[in-house]
């Protein structure tokens, strides 16, 4: 018996990375609209019903931000949301030249960046699940 190393045999983590698919890309920009599209969503709703609005916003973020990572299969699904939302916050946080500005300086605004932050950092850097996904791995069946 001969063990020849095959370009398609051996570890994940040792094959060679290609260049990302179509739909792979589309999925990932696709979910950087979303994300600033949830940011700009969240901005208005968390300062209009405060405590409820607040929640919602948050929850609403990590929904997509999770989602983004189990539908991509991958910790890039949770990130590119997570940045789509960062950037639309960060712009809706700027003042504008006439004085005019979406977040005020008050402890639910400050709530809102400081948590979606937090929510994004946890939704990226939550694990995939560690049940294997062949037959299963107890004795005996």
Known sequence: M???NKPGAGSMLAQPLGPPSAGR???HLGLFVLGAVIGVAGGLV?????????????LGAAGLFLGG???????????????GWMIAV?????SRP???FLFAAGAG?????????AVA???ATLGQGRQPGGPAARLGK
């Open 2 to 4: 001969s063990t020849t």
């Open 25 to 27: 890309i589309a999925a």
């Open 46 to 58: 968390q300062s209009g019903w405060f405590p409820g609005g607040l929640l919602l916003a948050l």
């Open 69 to 83: 990572a189990r539908a991509t299969g991958g910790r890039a699904g949770a990130v590119a949301p997570a940045v």
């Open 90 to 94: 960060i712009l809706l946080t700027a």
């Open 98 to 100: 006439e004085g005019d």
């Open 109 to 117: 605004s400050y709530l809102f960046l400081l948590g979606g932050m």
């Open 121 to 123: 950092v946890m939704c």
